[in-house]
C-alpha cells in the first residue's frame, strides 16, 4: 500500500501499511530505529499509513486514507488525536464538505495549519485546512476558483515560500502563496 516519508533535523519518519498502518522513526545520526508503532485500527479491524508530515516539536501527522482521518503522534508513538470527519458511507454529495475527509493521501504541516490532500474524484474540496488542534479552516481553492476541482490528489508538500499539491487527475501541480 501507499506509504510516506518525512525528515526533520536528525529524524527520518517511514509509513508504509499490510492491513495496519506502520510508523517507523529513525535517527539518522546515530544510524538506529528509535520508535515504531502502528495506528489505531478502524471499525472494521484494519488502518493504512500514507503520507506522514513532521512539525518543529517533531509531531507527526499521518494520513490513514483507510479510515478516513489524519492520526496525530507524538514522535514517541503517543496517539494525540485524529484530524477530519469520515467520509459519509452514501452519497457524493457528503464527501465534499469542509471537514470531510475522503481518502486521505497527503499531508503537510506549515506552521499551525495541516493540509490534507486526497480523494478518488474531482472534488471542490479535496485539500482540507485544520489547526493542529483539530478545527476546520477554509479549504484551499483549485486555482484559486472557489467552484473549481482539484482532480484527486495524492501528495501535498508545504514550506515557508508556500504549498505544492499534486493534482493528479489534472496532471498538474499547483502552486499556492
Known amino acids: 500500500m501507499a506509504g510516506g516519508l518525512a525528515v526533520r533535523a536528525n529524524l527520518l519518519c517511514v509509513t508504509w501499511s499490510a492491513a495496519r498502518g506502520h510508523v517507523f522513526l529513525f535517527d539518522l545520526e546515530a544510524r538506529r530505529p528509535m520508535s515504531s508503532w502502528t495506528l489505531p485500527a478502524g471499525e472494521r479491524g484494519y488502518s493504512d499509513a500514507a503520507g506522514v508530515a513532521m512539525d518543529e516539536h517533531f509531531h507527526l501527522f499521518v494520513a ?3 479510515n478516513d482521518r489524519v492520526r496525530h503522534f ?3 508513538g503517543r496517539h494525540l488525536g485524529d484530524l477530519g470527519l469520515p467520509a459519509p458511507e452514501r452519497g457524493d ?3 465534499d464538505r469542509p471537514g470531510v475527509l475522503d481518502r486521505p493521501h497527503g499531508v503537510a504541516v506549515r506552521g499551525d495549519l495541516v493540509y490534507v490532500a486526497g480523494g478518488d474524484r474531482p472534488r471542490r474540496r479535496s485539500v482540507q485546512v485544520f489547526t ?3 478545527a476546520v479552516q477554509r479549504p484551499l481553492r483549485s486555482g484559486g476558483d472557489p467552484e473549481a476541482t482539484f482532480g484527486a490528489p495524492r501528495a501535498i508538500w508545504a514550506d515557508r515560500h508556500g504549498l505544492l499539491v499534486a493534482d493528479t487527475l489534472h496532471g498538474c501541480v499547483q502552486r499556492f502563496r
Request: positive net charge.
Open 64 to 66: 490513514d486514507p483507510h
Open 74 to 76: 507524538s514522535a514517541f
Open 93 to 95: 454529495v457528503g464527501r
Open 132 to 134: 493542529r488542534g483539530g
